[in-house]
């Protein structure tokens, strides 16, 4: 992860609120524990999908909405 989209990432995190989910695509065993975690506290569902379950996330992400 390069410094610039981690200090991205911060800035659009004032945007969380306005999102119905999150999809974190990555193959990274220590993004995938993150996900973990941050899905404990995000104001919204969060999965994780490798870079082969991408289709996956798009699907997940274009679902309606169960509320």
Known sequence: ???QAVWDG?????HIGDFE???I???RDW???F???LSAVAPMPVRYFSLAEVDS???WLSEESAT
Not at 10 to 14: I, T, W, Y
């Open 1 to 3: 992860m390069e410094p």
């Open 10 to 14: 911060l800035k659009m995190s004032r």
């Open 21 to 23: 989910r999150m999809a």
């Open 25 to 27: 695509v990555s193959d």
């Open 31 to 33: 993004i995938r524990r």
């Open 35 to 37: 996900t973990g975690v």
């Open 57 to 59: 996330g798009w699907r």
